[in-house]
């Protein structure tokens, strides 16, 4: 079923983190500083508007990841087969 939120949702905390980091931004690097409220709009817009960009890739990548572990998941866990012949026959050389 695919993802039909239109925005990533923060946590309080995260969002006020995130808007902190946004007046900073603009604090140091654009001449005008941002208020509160636009900083949280300017927030918002990015989550709706980009949000989805940065998830699809994070789940492409995800994929991706999860693609080439369960390719190499044979080499890893792949055990022999009736081998307890072959393990007693050892055993009986090496007591020899």
């Given at each position: 079923?695919?993802?039909t939120?239109?925005?990533?949702?923060?946590?309080k905390?995260?969002?006020?983190?995130?808007?902190d980091s946004l007046?900073?931004?603009?604090?140091?690097?654009?001449?005008?500083?941002?208020?509160?409220?636009p900083?949280?709009?300017?927030?918002?817009?990015?989550?709706?508007?980009?949000?989805?960009?940065i998830?699809?890739r994070?789940v492409?990548?995800?994929?991706s990841?999860?693609?080439?572990?369960?390719?190499?998941?044979?080499?890893?866990?792949h055990?022999?087969?009736?081998?307890?012949?072959q393990?007693?026959?050892?055993?009986?050389?090496?007591?020899?």
């Amino acid at each position: 079923m695919p993802h039909t939120d239109p925005a990533i949702e923060l946590t309080k905390e995260q969002r006020a983190d995130a808007i902190d980091s946004l007046q900073r931004y603009f604090e140091e690097n654009l001449p005008e500083p941002i208020g509160e409220m636009p900083a949280g709009h300017l927030l918002d817009y990015f989550l709706e508007e980009i949000g989805s960009v940065i998830y699809n890739r994070a789940v492409a990548d995800a994929q991706s990841r999860l693609h080439l572990r369960l390719e190499d998941l044979t080499g890893e866990l792949h055990t022999p087969e009736f081998t307890y012949w072959q393990r007693i026959d050892n055993k009986r050389r090496t007591r020899r």
